[in-house]
């Protein structure tokens, strides 16, 4: 019997994944929301499709990964996207699956905790706190100088950021938070930080056994956080190999991922170049694809 994969995906993607597991000989099953049956997947590559609601919770998809299984053992679970990683994850761990486990994978979903492993590390990060403690809050901001931005933890992207030049606007940004009364937007899943303006580059890799087995390094047109809240379009080019900026990087992305103990899978990485000290500073690290 053919080894069996299930993929998770609640957005539309990951189809030369999928074409790529039926290659090599896989039966590929994918789980995804109702809604997206009409998305041009990879038709060709699937075995087997099963759908869970729109609106459908991490446990819902853990349910109809585990229907799954009662039918066909199952040997791997992935996500495709990045919301689907911690899914994917704890899916696993019902169902005793090897791989990444929930609690490893949120050190690449929550930006507070990658911040806190890379500065153990050694890795330059922005100055930055938790929103838990009025005090500390305040502390950092005397301490801190302007401008600032309150960034969710766990979103993607440069969504849901606000750039504060004042204070007074970062207490009203926490007050705001915490008046919308859902845990989502409770402050405490937002983490403050210092403002650096400059480059950004991205290195996506692919690693095996705790080594960097190849690595793309890239720079963005414009900083994702411009093009997010000013308008524009998403570029991203290639750093010359032989360029100083690519060794330093390679040599980050590497220290980066063995202080998160990644063994094996590919990354996503997103480094600034602050234009003022021309230093490297980390803004996040995924277990995914770039994009």
Request: proline share 3%; glycine share 6%; net charge negative.
């Amino acid at each position: 019997m053919k080894n069996h994969i299930v993929c998770i995906a609640s957005e539309q993607k990951g189809n030369e994944f999928l074409e790529e597991c039926q290659s090599a000989g896989w039966h590929v099953t994918l789980v995804t929301r109702k809604k997206l049956l009409d998305e041009p997947w990879a038709w060709t590559a699937l075995n087997d499709v099963k759908t869970v609601d729109d609106a459908a919770s991490p446990a819902e998809y853990m349910r109809a990964v585990t229907n799954v299984a009662g039918v066909r053992k199952i040997d791997r679970v992935v996500g495709l996207d990045e919301f689907d990683v911690t899914t994917a994850a704890r899916t696993r761990e019902h169902l005793q699956l090897g791989g990444m486990t929930s609690s490893h994978a949120l050190r690449f979903r929550d930006k507070l905790s990658m911040r806190i492993i890379a500065c153990e590390a050694g890795i330059a990060c922005p100055e930055f706190t938790g929103v838990f403690n009025q005090q500390e809050i305040e502390d950092f901001l005397e301490r801190v100088p302007a401008p600032w931005i309150v960034k969710p933890r766990f979103e993607v992207s440069a969504f849901g950021i606000r750039k504060c030049e004042t204070k007074e606007q970062v207490w009203e940004v926490v007050n705001d938070l915490d008046k919308r009364n859902n845990w989502r937007d409770h402050p405490s899943q937002f983490v403050l930080e210092k403002f650096i303006a400059g480059n950004v580059y991205h290195v996506d890799s692919i690693v095996d056994k705790g080594k960097v087995l190849a690595a793309g390094v890239s720079k963005y047109g414009t900083p994702p956080f411009s093009v997010t809240h000013y308008g524009g379009v998403f570029t991203t080019s290639i750093v010359s190999y032989r360029s100083k900026e690519r060794r330093q990087l390679e040599k980050l992305n590497q220290q980066l991922l063995s202080a998160f103990n990644y063994e094996r899978g590919v990354s996503h990485a997103e480094f600034l170049e602050s234009s003022e000290d021309g230093k490297f500073y980390l803004l996040e690290v995924a277990c995914r694809v770039g994009g």
